[in-house]
C-alpha cells in the first residue's frame, strides 16, 4: 500500500480554502494455484481519506487467471478505467480533480472505498497475447457492456474502446494513443461521452479531448501537464505538476490545475510506498 | 481466511434470479502464552460479501485455554452452534440455506459479520477429555444457556443437547449422531426447537429432523446430500452437492437444494484458502 | 497490539451491573525512509470494544521525522494528551474512568475509534533534544493551540503546558512533575481547566490536580493508586489497581475506583500483547 499527506488548496471563485490532505491505502492481495496452474485470488483495500473515522473494507475483486487470460467478479476493474491512455499522468499528490481522464468515469471502475460492481453483476474477461490485449467489462449499473482493445507498437500503445449502456451521457466510444520521444512521453485521447443536448441526473454529455505529456528533467524529477476540453466544461482545463523521488520508496509531488468548472486547485506533499 | 465466488441461482416459485456470489474472509487469530502455560487469544474476522462495501471487523472472541479447558468470551462459539452433527456437511458453494442444521440457528452463534453475542455478556466454557466434550454457552439474548456433551467412540460422534431461553421458539433439546461407514459419512440430528403452536416475531416452533452424507467419489471429489423435514416446513428439504479438490487450496463446488419453504437454489463457483 | 478482557462492576448509587469487559486493538506502523534519512510514515487502528460490530479503521495520524524532528499531521496525538503527568499510571483494566489525567481531555487527542482531528487540519510539531522535549499541537476544534515542554533531570520529569482555545472550558495551562524513589513512582498534575462559573455544552470548568503513585511489590507485580480532586467532582476522587505479569506478554490487572461523580467502578481481567 502507500500512504499521501500534504497540504491542498481550492479557490471556486468564490471561496476558497487551504487544508491538509492525506490517504492512507492498506491493500491486500491473496491468491491460491491450483494443480492444473489457474491462479485464483481476491484484491480488497482498507483506505482511509483526511477527516474519515471507522472505515472499512471496500468491495472485492475476486479472478480466476492463467495464460494470459483472465475473469474477474465483483468490484471489476472495468474496460474503460483500465484503458490505455485515461491515466497516462497522475497530476500533483492527490490527481487534482482527474480533467484529463477523457472518459470522465462515465463507465464501471474499481471503487476504493465502496462496493463499486459488486453486488451488481459486474464481470470482466481481460486477455493478453504478445503487444495485444482486449478488456471487456460488463455490469447492471445502466446494464454497461464496454470492451477495450489496445496495441502496442515500437513503444507506442494504441487502444479504442466501445460501450453500449442505458445511460445516454456514458460513454460511448473513445481512442486514445501514447508513447515516448526521448525523455518525453505524450499522450491523446478523445472519447465521446453522450451528445451535447443529454442531461442525466445533472450530468450534461458531450466530446472530451485530452492532451497530457510528461518530461524527466533530472534523473529523479519530472513534470506532468495536460489540457483538456470538453462539450461540458465551462472553459478549457490545464494543469501541471512535478514529482520528485526522494528515494526508498518516498517522493515530493505538487501541482496545479485550473478546472473546467472554472475551479483552481493545487497541492504539495508526500508520497510513500510501503 | 478464504474467498470464494460463483454464481447463485434462487427460484422462489414466483420469481427467479441468476447473480453473482462471493465471499471473502479475512480471519486472525492472536494469542499469548503466560509462563504458567494459559494461552489468552482472541479472533476476528474482516469479512465482505458480494455487494458489500466499506466493512468492519467483527465483534470479537476472547479465550483463556490450558489443559483442554477453555473459557470464551464476546463474540462466543455457542454450544449448539458448534454441536457435533449440526454442520456435518457444507452443501455447495454458499450452504445453500443450511435447512440441514437442525437447531436452526435457534441457540447464540459465532457472527461472522456483526457483533454476535458480544455485549450480550456472552460466555463459554469448554472441555475435552479424551474423547469427551462438553460445551456450556450463556447469554443475556433470550437469557440463554445451552450446554452439550460429545462422545467418540470407533469413530461415531454422539452428541446431546439442551437449552433453557426465554423465547419458547429457540431449541429445547437435540440429539446427534454420525460416523463413518467405509468411504461414506452419515449422520443423523434431531432438534425440539418449541413447539408447533407457538410463533414469536413470526417465527414457529416444532421439530426438526436431518439425515445428512457424504460419500468419496474418487481421490479428489466427494458428494454430499441431505433429507430434512420440519414442522415449519412447508414441503421436506433436500439438496445434493459436489467439492472436487483442484490441489493448492482450491476447489471446484456446486449444489442444488430445494428448501422447506419452496425454493429452489443451485450454485457453482471455486473456492480458494490462503 | 493488544487484548484485554474481564469483568467490570459499575455502582452508579442508583444501579449497579457486573459485565463482560473487552478490547482487541490491531494497531498498523507503516513507513518508508528516503535517501536523506526523513522517515515517513502512518499508524491506524483497528479496535473493537464488547459489544461492537463491523468497526472500521480508525483515523489516520502520518508524520514525518528526522533528528530527533517529528511533523505530525491528521488524527494527531495532541500535546496535551501527550503530556508527561497524564497518563503516569493506568489504572486496572481499563482505566476505570480515568478521572487521574487533570487536563481531563480538554484538548487535542488520538482517537483509536473514530477520526480525531483528522478532517479538522490537525497538526502537530515535536521536537527532542537529549533531555528536553518539546510538543505543539493545533486543530480546527475550537481552534486549539497548545504547547508542552519537558525536561528530564535524575530521573525526575518536570512539564509545563499553555493552550489556546476558543472554548471557555477548555485547559488553559498545566504544570506536572515525576518521578522515582527507589521502588516507588510518583506523579503530581495540575491543570486550569477554565473557570470554575464557566458551563459549555453541560460541561462545567475548573481546576483539576492529580496526586498519582505506583509501587513495586514483588518482582512481577506493582499497585497503582491516586487522589484527585476537581471543581467539577461532586467529592474527592480516588482508585488503586494490581498489576501482576504473568510472562509472555500477558498480564492480570484489577482495580478499583471511586470517581468524582459518585459512581464506583471495579475490573478484573487479562491483558496479552502480540
Redesign the interface.
Known amino acids: ?1 502507500y ?1 499521501r ?1 500534504g497540504v491542498q488548496y481550492t479557490d471556486d471563485g468564490t471561496n476558497d480554502s487551504l ?2 490532505t ?1 490517504r ?1 491505502r ?1 491493500q ?1 492481495d ?7 496452474g ?1 491462479t ?3 484484491r ?1 483495500r ?1 483506505q ?1 481519506a ?11 475483486r ?1 479472478f ?1 487467471r492463467t495464460n494470459g487470460f483472465e475473469v474477474g ?3 471489476i476493474y472495468g474496460a474503460l478505467e483500465n484503458m490505455p491512455g485515461m491515466y497516462d499522468i497522475d497530476l500533483g499528490l492527490t490527481g487534482l480533480g482527474y480533467d484529463y481522464t477523457a472518459f470522465n468515469s462515465r463507465g464501471d471502475a474499481y ?1 476504493s ?4 460492481n ?6 470482466e474477461v481481460i486477455y493478453s497475447v504478445g503487444d495485444f490485449k482486449a478488456h471487456v467489462s460488463a455490469s447492471e449499473t445502466s446494464d454497461r457492456i464496454a470492451a477495450v482493445a489496445s496495441y502496442n507498437y515500437n513503444g507506442w500503445t494504441m487502444a479504442a474502446a466501445v460501450q453500449d449502456s442505458d445511460n445516454d451521457v456514458d460513454t460511448e466510444w473513445a481512442l486514445s494513443v501514447s508513447g515516448n520521444f526521448g525523455p518525453a512521453m505524450v499522450s491523446l485521447a478523445y472519447a465521446a461521452n453522450g451528445d451535447e443536448d443529454d442531461v442525466v441526473n445533472g450530468v450534461q454529455g458531450g466530446d472530451h479531448i485530452v492532451l497530457a505529456a510528461r518530461f524527466d528533467i533530472g534523473a529523479a524529477t519530472n513534470i506532468e501537464a495536460y489540457v483538456a476540453d470538453a462539450d461540458y466544461f465551462a472553459e478549457t482545463s490545464y494543469g501541471i505538476d512535478f514529482n520528485h523521488d ?5 517522493s515530493l509531488r505538487g501541482g496545479v490545475a485550473s478546472l473546467g468548472d472554472d475551479t483552481t486547485r493545487a497541492d504539495l506533499g ?1 508520497r ?3
Not at 459488486?118 to 464481470?123: A, L
Not at 526522494?246 to 518516498?250: D, L
Open positions: 500500500g500512504g499527506f487544508d491538509v492525506s492512507l492498506l491486500i491473496v491468491s491460491a494455484e491450483s494443480d492444473a489457474v485464483f485470488g481476491a480488497t482498507f482511509t483526511e477527516g474519515e473515522g471507522d472505515t472499512g473494507m471496500n468491495g472485492v475476486f480466476a467478479v465483483g468490484n471503487s472505498s465502496g462496493a463499486g459488486s453486488g451488481d453483476n459486474g464481470i526522494m528515494g526508498g520508496g518516498t508526500v510513500f510506498n510501503f
